[in-house]
């Protein structure tokens, strides 16, 4: 399975973000995040393969145990090689827009 999760899509501040993807990564199925923005069913039953995209920046990871366990304490930033932002904005104006963009688009 592989999840893409998009800091634009949450205005809360950094402190929230990583006690929100924190308790996330705990049990990362069958819970959802506003910053959650694609599921793709790879076949893959066994591997969690994440993108979190935040500050112009993309990180992706496999979720291994080890990398869980350290998740599940400090967030995403756990990952993380540089200092994200610690203020988050224009998350409204992002969800009005994809709210007008009709149900049946196409990434074609």
């Given at each position: 399975m592989k999840i893409v999760m998009d800091r634009g899509y949450c205005d809360a501040a950094l402190s929230f973000c990583a006690r929100c993807s924190a308790a996330f990564f705990q049990k990362p199925m069958g819970t959802d995040r506003p910053c959650i923005v694609e599921i793709v069913d790879d076949g893959n039953d066994e591997l969690l393969h994440f993108t979190v995209l935040t500050d112009d920046r993309t990180l992706e990871f496999d979720l291994t145990s080890d990398i869980q366990e350290g998740l599940a304490l400090e967030g995403w930033e756990f990952l993380a090689s540089f200092d994200p932002a610690?203020?988050?904005?224009?998350?409204?104006?992002?969800?009005?827009?994809l709210s007008r963009v009709p149900a049946t688009h196409s990434d074609a």
């Open positions: 610690l203020f988050r904005h224009g998350a409204a104006d992002r969800w009005r827009a």
